[in-house]
C-alpha cells in the first residue's frame, strides 16, 4: 500500500482518471437534476443522495466483476453483419431511454404541463419512479465509464479511489446545477435536448459507431456558454425594469 501513496505514475494514473470520470459523469449528474426537478426539495435531496450512491454501487460492483464485465463485449449475436454484444445492448436501450424521456419533458416543458405533486402517496409514487430510472440509466453510464477506467489504469485500488473522488465532486455539483436548472426554464429545455443528443451517441455507440465525446462536450459547453449570457441579459433587462 505504501509503494502505491509513493509512486508517482499512480498518482498521475489518479488524478488522469478521476478527470475522466467526472467528465463521463457529466451526463449523469444532467440527467439526475433534470430528473429530480419535479419533486419537492427533501426528495431532491434524497434523490440525488440515492442516484449518486446507486451509481457509486454499481461502479464498484462493475470493477470487482472485471471478467464479467470483459464478457459482455463478447458477441452474442450478428445483425445485418454487425456483431451485437451485451453492452451494445445496454448502450442503445439506455440511449434509446434517454432519447424518450427528454423527449417528453420537453413535450411537458413545451406545452405548459406542471405535474402536481398530490397526495403524500403520489409523492413517493413520484420519488421511488424517480429512484427507478436512475438506476436504469446509473447502469448505462457505470458500464461506459468502468470501461474506460479499466483502459486507464491496471490496479483496481486505483480505480475505486477514481470512482469515488469522481461521484463525491458529482454530488457536489448536482445541487446548484439542479438548481439553476429549476430556475431558468430555458435552461431545462437545453439541457434536454443535451440528453436527447447523448441518447442519440449512445445508440451509436451501441451500433459500433463511435461519436468522439469531445465534439459532444464542446457543443455542450458553447451552448452552455450562450445560455448563460442570455441568463445574464436576461437578470440585467429585469433589474432596469425594476428601477423605472
Known amino acids: 500500500m505504501m509503494a502505491l501513496l509513493t509512486d508517482p505514475q499512480a498518482w498521475a494514473a489518479l488524478v488522469t482518471l478521476s478527470v475522466l470520470e467526472v467528465v463521463l459523469g457529466i451526463d449523469n449528474v444532467v440527467f439526475i437534476s433534470l430528473l429530480v426537478a419535479r419533486l419537492d426539495p427533501t426528495r431532491q435531496q434524497r434523490a440525488r443522495q440515492v442516484g449518486l450512491s446507486l451509481a457509486l454501487l454499481l461502479r464498484v460492483a462493475l470493477l470487482f466483476g472485471l471478467t464479467k464485465l470483459a464478457a459482455l463485449t463478447a458477441p452474442i449475436v450478428i445483425v445485418l453483419g454487425q456483431e451485437i454484444s451485451w453492452r451494445?445492448?445496454?448502450?442503445?436501450?439506455?440511449g434509446l431511454f434517454l432519447i424518450g424521456k427528454a423527449t417528453h419533458e420537453m413535450h411537458a416543458e413545451v406545452e405548459g404541463r406542471d405535474e402536481p405533486e398530490g397526495t403524500v402517496g403520489g409523492a413517493g409514487r413520484a420519488f421511488l419512479l424517480a429512484i427507478a430510472q436512475l438506476i436504469v440509466i446509473d447502469l448505462v453510464f457505470s458500464i461506459d465509464s468502468i470501461i474506460t477506467a479499466i483502459?486507464?489504469?491496471?490496479?483496481?485500488?486505483i480505480m475505486i479511489a477514481a470512482v469515488l473522488i469522481a461521484i463525491a465532486i458529482m454530488y457536489v455539483a448536482s445541487g446548484p446545477v439542479a438548481a439553476f436548472i429549476a430556475a431558468h426554464p430555458t435552461t431545462k429545455v437545453l439541457a434536454l435536448a443535451f440528453l436527447v443528443l447523448i441518447g442519440v451517441a449512445l445508440v451509436a455507440d451501441g451500433f459500433d459507431f463511435h461519436v468522439p465525446r469531445g465534439y459532444i462536450y464542446f457543443a455542450m459547453a458553447f451552448a452552455g456558454a450562450v445560455e448563460v449570457i442570455n441568463v445574464a441579459a436576461q437578470r440585467r433587462r429585469r433589474a432596469r425594469r425594476n428601477r423605472k
Open 88 to 94: 451494445d445492448l445496454v448502450l442503445i436501450g439506455g
Open 151 to 157: 483502459g486507464m489504469a491496471q490496479d483496481i485500488r
